[in-house]
């Protein structure tokens, strides 16, 4: 038994180290930003990083993503600490994926397939396992050929080695393909019968929460609700979209929580969860959840900015809820201290009176988690869902 074998059978986690090339669109800060963000996702795909490996480069390499001396280093650790996995950063081409792995020897994800790992353990329904199931089935199909480079080593040819890779593959495609268009056909059955579900829904003002994954809409949604959805402090602990009927003041509405937007998002999540994001589409009204005491908010909030756009929705009505105050901390500088104020210097009130007061975007400041000015969020909910079920049904009547 080889010794990375037996290390890794007798312990319970695997351990991974990641990389990231910090390239002339990403500086070193964002670099550090992102892989704090995949050790995250690691951590919550159950996994222990052990190690981050960087290098500057002005794209990445076009074969094995970074360079040749760098890559020597990572082996080097891989085979000293007995590593399982090497993640990397950005999303690896068939190619890159297969040369890297002939190099390593050991398992290698990149971003998109880290998410795709998480989503699949997180989707609980029928629906959100099909959706999960067919962005697992178009990442994989032009990465199959690295799934038959065992047989790279038969050389020679001869009888019955003549080509039996480039059969199985030209196999293997064909039946993924055929299961695609099962589960897309699948998928609009499923969506026909949502649309239908969301017109016969009775006569009332639809609510989205949106944001960045792990901001705290699950916790809101069940203070609101007084529902149990499943809230955790891991990336997507919520993926399968959850409606409530939800009354404030004696007005009742409907409250979606939506699954969370993270950077570097996999297109093949993107295109398979349309659907769960025709939710926020058909909503009267956004709640753009945002973690506060997150190092990186307002990054978060562009990225969400960005998704809503995506979806042509950036212009709904909106509310800001900044979350988790009580977590918010900074660093005070020295009366004497003339060096200029840094991000990290900034106490909440001073970011207040800057540009988060000058936006025209109703805003408020909570913590779900120790009910801090939620009586304030609920008064602004009211107000913006009471204005807008008036102007929606003018012939109804409130209590």
Known sequence: MSKKFQHTSEKNIETAVLVGVTTRNQDDKTTIEYLDELAFLAETAGVQTLHRFTQKLDVPHPKTFIGKGKMEQVLEYVNEHCVDIVIFDDELSPSQLRNIERVLEVKILDRSNLILDIFATRAQTAHARTQVELAQYQYLLPRLTRLWTHLDRQKGGGAGMRGPGETQIETDKRIITQKVALLKEKLKKIDKQKQTQRKQRMQMVRVALVGYTNVGKSTIMNMLSKSD??????????????????????????????????????HHLVESF????????????????????????????????????????????????????????????DEDDLLPKTRENYSLEDLKNMWMSKTDTPTVYISAVKKQNVEEMKQLMYETIKAMHLRIYPNQLLY
């Open 229 to 266: 959805v499943f809230a955790e402090n891991k990336l997507f602990a919520t993926l399968d979209t959850t409606i409530r009927k939800v009354v404030v003041q004696n007005l009742p509405f409907l409250l979606t929580d939506t699954v969370g937007f993270i950077r570097k998002l996999p």
């Open 274 to 333: 349309k659907s769960t994001l025709d939710e926020v589409r058909d909503a009267d009204i956004l709640v753009h959840v945002v973690d506060v005491s997150h190092s990186n908010f307002e990054d978060h909030i562009a990225v969400v900015n960005e998704t809503l756009k995506d979806l042509e929705v950036l212009d709904k009505p909106t509310i800001v809820v900044f979350n988790k105050v009580d977590a918010f901390t900074y660093v005070k500088q």
